[in-house]
């Protein structure tokens, strides 16, 4: 019933709740054809932790962008306890006690972290006595239930610190609405609980949080309540203590979504008759001269059929033993075979040839000709085995092929013809897929190496993938999975290596799967820690 | 190329603030009326640049178009105008296509016009048929070409070294080796400039039509190679590829450094063969300031024909009756010659304007 309530509310336009530290009401902002937000009204308490939650591209960033003065409303009315505010830059949100921590960090690598938080706030100075800066944080720090080395310089401390530091510089700047942007997607379990119970800590002082993020598990374990955004609009606002994983994803994804939950019902076989091992990986070394390794003395196994997840933090060697079997990184030692076939050291043609396939990491930048059609998008690597002996191309045949491949994956393209920058990042991404099963059907694939390959897709494209990427592992080839994501990484993998600096630190079998143990290697410490 | 880019951005930024928004006209202008309406620009610019210079600016339009197109032996130097135009702009373009930039194609022009005139000072004694000889001479060119281009090749493919210091470097040494040559080893001793002995007569190449060499034909046969190469072709597709998206390219095992060589070596070729036409079909001498900044001028054939072979077989014709008819105004109305290439860049600039708004 209270739901109910709450969504009239809304449609009416009008917010009634008691004293709301901020609010935002009817902002409209459009980007050329997309309607970002849509009559989008959101009210926030002091003291609490609100979620905004969504979908990507259901408009969360840029309604926060518009709070913190990045973005413009078109129009719409921002006020702060009660009264209206105009906020044109990051300067005036700044005056009003709003900050945001992005994504992306915004710190210098190669500055301490002291000098990174009063960069922003005393960089128009000219002389800055940092002895009595590093006294006031140190009594700041605290009461925020915060630590971090101050002298420490930025590029040594690890992504869950440098979050930390960017809390701290929004603090040290006098934020009271502090704006955290997919917050936990590069920490590990273990940082990303120690990021809630100083988050906690901030309400208590009586700070307004906004947590930005498309997971469900999250939003319910760390906020008071939250406001789901769907095609810009924010369609309901409920009390955390009153909702549901099978609410959220409900109101998420619309009335009529056909989906399914999180979890996958069958999980892969691996019934083949004869057990092969696609990948062979043993004792590979790589590194730069007189630096340390990146990757010391790796040694793994992928099986027909069989989905083998890398994890690790970001830059812990599992990124270029994946380069490394494709032919993009040249190892220093060890032995690389796909199918029995070695090819270490060989180029990405090599690779190719012996049955390895890639989904690359960043989509836009490494997958796709923006200004070829999707059709010559499609083909690009099969056409190594579609047109091994022929001089000129088949335009006939690349066209079907797209044509097959708009229809077989719901591509949403105006024709087999269109450039490939006018699709939408998800059906960019199904057009990767549709790649690799192309690829499949011409040559044979043994090893599909996938890197992040949902990263940015909704909830349904996200499934999709999902879907295949089990199809491809229960035809018979052997997948690695390199996913950021580890609940992404549990769901699919049958086995799972651990990385932490350039070694494989643990070796799991998919009933071992723990998020907290995997966290615990992770970060270099004891499995039972 | 990414500053170029910048600067398109902020033109296009420019246009859409200052006109797009307000003025519904221009935006409404779409296709072929807004080429037509940067060349009417264009005409009004250049008109004060002729009554500036004193001359009745219907009659000076008129004997521009009559100059370059009016009669047979007009025409025949408009076509002779437009071949290294033309060769060197789908040079430029060819390797444009493959995200490499061959800026200094005039180095490998010299250097093809060298290669051409010593294989045709050699081989006078032998005596040989036009039908051997000319050919010789042409193929001399482009191995002068690819090779002045591959070097700026290796070294991209080997150091990474940007292609556009390397081919700008490399025309001004073509051009003191021309000097060299020109004034030292093949000196024709008649005449007091660095000029050379002429080649072997049957090494010239034969007319077609009022004075046109047969050049003009080599070149278009040439485009249309060009276009079937790259539209068409497996290697085309690969370079596209690499062209578009080196990263991905790279990831489907295209071998970059080796294509980014072999492109820059034919853009040279390419290029090297428009010096050969230019010894063996117009000056029959190796001198320096054989090409008037054709290198140059091709980057902007180039841009102009949006990299495509046929695109640049219509802007090649284009830049080369501008510069015969402008050309003939020095002499008509004692129009300066800097002021000439000022008329020439007015017009350039507007289409380029017209093409910057029209793809808004």
Redo the contacts between chains.
């Keep these: 019933m209270s739901n109910d309530i709450s969504r009239i509310k809304y449609s009416e336009g009008i917010l009634r709740e008691e004293n709301p530290r901020v609010l935002m009401q009817s902002i409209n902002k459009r980007f050329g054809e997309v309607q970002a937000l849509d009559n989008a009204s959101l009210s926030l308490e002091k003291g609490e932790v609100h979620a905004l939650l969504g979908e990507n591209g259901a408009g969360k960033t840029t309604l926060m962008n518009i709070l913190s003065g990045l973005y413009v409303a078109d129009s719409g009315e921002v006020a702060i306890d009660g009264r209206k505010v105009d906020i044109h830059r990051p300067k005036d949100a700044a005056d009003h006690g709003i900050g945001m921590v992005h994504q992306h960090f915004e710190l210098i690598s190669n500055f301490t972290a002291l000098e990174n938080i009063i960069l922003a706030a005393e960089g128009g100075r000219l002389v800055i006595d940092m002895d009595s800066k590093h006294k006031e944080l140190e009594e700041l720090m605290p009461r925020f239930g915060l630590h971090v080395d101050l002298d420490a310089n930025v590029r040594d401390l690890s992504v869950g610190v440098q979050q930390k530091v960017e809390i701290i510089k929004a603090l040290y700047r006098g934020v009271s609405i502090l704006i955290l942007d997919e917050p936990t997607t590069m920490l590990t379990p273990q940082e990303a609980d120690s990021l809630f119970s100083v988050i906690s800590s901030f309400t208590k002082q009586g700070l307004t949080v906004i947590l930005i993020t498309h997971k469900i598990k999250e939003v319910l374990k760390v906020s008071n309540r939250i406001t789901v955004m769907r095609h810009g609009k924010c369609v309901r606002t409920v009390r955390t203590s009153e909702a549901s994983e099978k609410l959220l994803v409900e109101i998420m994804m619309g009335e009529k979504s056909s989906y399914k939950g999180f979890s996958i019902s069958e999980k892969p076989k691996t019934n083949k008759i004869k057990s092969e091992t696609m990948l062979l990986v043993e004792g590979l070394t790589i590194g730069e001269p007189k630096q340390p390794s990146l990757v010391e003395n790796v040694s793994l196994k992928v099986q027909n059929g069989e989905i083998v997840g890398l994890v690790g933090v970001c830059g812990n060697g599992q990124m270029e033993v994946a380069e490394a079997i494709?032919g993009?990184r040249k190892p220093n030692m060890g032995k690389i075979a796909i199918c029995s076939k070695e090819i270490t050291g060989g180029?990405?043609?090599e690779?190719?040839r012996a049955g390895a396939f890639?989904i690359?990491e960043d989509r836009i930048?490494?997958?796709?000709?923006?200004?070829?059609s999707l059709s010559?998008t499609l083909i690009?690597?099969p056409?190594?085995f579609l047109?091994k002996h022929?001089?000129?191309?088949n335009?006939k045949r690349i066209y079907e092929l797209g044509r097959q491949a708009i229809e077989d994956y719901q591509i949403k393209a105006p024709n087999e013809r269109a450039d490939t920058c006018l699709l939408s990042g998800g059906n960019i991404q199904k057009l990767i897929i549709a790649r690799a099963f192309l690829f499949s059907s011409i040559t044979d694939l043994n090893l599909l190496i996938a890197f992040n390959p949902t990263n940015g897709l909704d909830v349904m494209s996200a499934q999709f993938v999902h879907d295949r990427l089990l199809e491809i592992g229960s035809s018979g080839a052997g997948v690695l999975l390199i996913s950021e994501d580890l609940d992404e990484s549990m769901l699919l993998c049958n086995r799972i290596y651990v990385f932490f600096k350039g070694r494989v630190v643990g070796e799991l079998a998919h009933a071992d799967f723990d998020p907290y143990v995997m966290g615990a290697m992770m970060t270099g410490g004891e499995p039972n820690d | 190329m990414i500053s170029i880019n910048k600067i398109k951005l902020s033109i296009k930024n420019w246009i859409n603030t200052k006109f797009l928004q307000k003025n519904r006209l221009i935006s409404g202008l779409n296709g072929f009326g807004i080429y037509l309406a940067a060349v009417i620009v264009a005409l009004i610019i250049n008109s004060s640049f002729i009554a500036w210079a004193g001359g009745n600016i219907i009659s000076s339009y008129e004997t521009m178009i009559q100059v370059s197109l009016g009669s047979a032996a007009g025409l025949g130097q408009t076509l002779n105008k437009c071949t290294p135009l033309l060769l060197a702009g789908i040079a430029v373009a060819v390797g444009n296509r493959g995200r490499v930039s061959n800026i200094g194609s005039d180095g490998q022009i010299y250097m093809g016009a060298i290669f051409a005139t010593g294989t045709g000072l050699l081989l006078v004694p032998l005596n040989m048929p036009i039908y051997v000889l000319s050919p010789l001479v042409l193929l001399a060119s482009i191995i002068g070409g690819a090779f002045w281009c591959g070097i700026p090749g290796v070294l991209k493919a080997r150091f990474g070294t940007s292609e556009l210091f390397t081919t700008i470097m490399l025309l001004f040494m073509a051009n003191f080796i021309t000097d060299y040559f020109a004034s030292g080893p093949w000196r024709a001793p008649e005449v007091p400039d660095s000029i050379s002995r002429p080649i072997a007569t049957s090494g010239f190449l034969p007319k077609f039509f009022g004075g046109a060499h047969v050049g003009i034909i080599i070149a278009i046969v040439v485009a249309i190679a060009i276009y079937f190469l790259i539209e068409k072709s497996v290697l085309g597709y690969k370079i596209r590829t690499m062209g578009d998206n080196p990263d991905a390219a790279k990831l489907a095992g295209i071998n970059i450094p080796l294509y980014q060589f072999g492109l820059l070596a034919l853009s040279g070729a390419i290029a090297g063969l428009a010096g050969g036409i230019e010894i063996a079909g117009l000056d029959h001498r190796l001198m320096t300031g054989l090409s008037p900044s054709y290198g140059l001028m091709a980057v902007l054939v180039a841009s102009l024909g949006k990299n495509k072979p046929i695109g640049v077989i219509i802007s090649a014709f284009l830049f080369a009756i501008l510069m015969v008819g402008s050309d003939s105004l020095q002499r008509s109305i004692n129009l300066p010659s800097s002021a000439v290439m000022v008329f020439q860049a007015v017009v350039y600039l507007s289409i380029l304007l017209a093409r910057t708004i029209r793809e808004q």
Aim: net charge negative; charged share 5%; glycine share 8%.
């Design positions: 494709y993009v180029s990405v043609i690779s190719l890639l690359p930048h490494q997958g796709i000709l923006p200004n070829l010559e690009l690597g056409h190594n047109f022929s001089l000129m191309l335009f």
